[in-house]
């Protein structure tokens, strides 16, 4: 497990490292698309709201395909489905409860499947959309949906990249959209109402899925198909979600986001 974390720390250090020397200048890696891949592998920023209530917080959701927007071919399919299918705006309808715990607004980044076409250049141009959203005074948070194959992977590179305190949530799923007991749906409620909670703030980049909480930079990945994969086996996750409410047990104290050395934003 030890190992496991060790390798995604350094492999997104370099990364960010790469970044400073390179004045951002990732080249783009070469990519084939898996054939279980949505047909655009990554899509212009598009952006869509809904009604404004000045009492709820301003949250973007910022698509990145996965999973979590996959279809399959029937109810009981969980493997061999299509990822990165459904657009944000599909995403927020079939969870109605949204409209009543935040304003949202959405973009699609990418629509990709994590696994073989998050490159390099796929998370710094996250990084940046990420960045100049939080950059709004209007905007209280971030909710990014993405494939769980590299999802730590970008929630680490994240959360040494982006400076704000503004609450950063990272969410997938482990079933497509189609398939029954889809575990999306109240993943997204989590995430947003995460994202526009006052304690979510100053925490760096946060990964929330089964209504646990976890910090980017030391929770993994640890099964291909249960819904309670994403752990931190030696230090335990930051909190729950319960109730549409977030509960903090632990804190992050390494350097993160605000604080990091590296920033997205520097030529």
Known sequence: MKQATGKKITAVTVLALSLVFSGCGVKNQSN???????????????KSSNAVNPKLPNIEILAMGGTIAGTGS??????????????????IEAVP?????????????AKIDSGTSNTDAVMVKLAKEVQKTLDDPKCDGV???????????????????????????????MRPS?????DGPLNLYNAVALAGSKEAQGKGVLISLNDKIGNARDTFKTSTTGVDTFKNPELGYLGYMQGGKPYFYNLPVRKHTSQSEFDIRKP
Do not use: W
């Open 32 to 46: 084939a698309q898996t054939k279980n891949a949505a047909p655009n592998e990554s899509a212009s920023v598009t």
């Open 178 to 182: 189609t398939a029954m007991s889809a």
């Open 74 to 91: 029937t109810a009981a399919q969980t493997t061999g489905y299509q990822a990165g299918v459904l657009t944000p705006d599909q995403l």
């Open 143 to 173: 909710v990014i949906t993405h494939g769980t194959d590299t999802l730590e992977e970008t929630a680490y590179f994240l959360d040494l990249t982006v400076h704000s305190d503004k609450p950063i949530v990272i969410v997938g799923s």
């Open 97 to 109: 409860s949204l409209k009543d715990i935040a304003n949202l607004s959405a973009a699609q980044v």
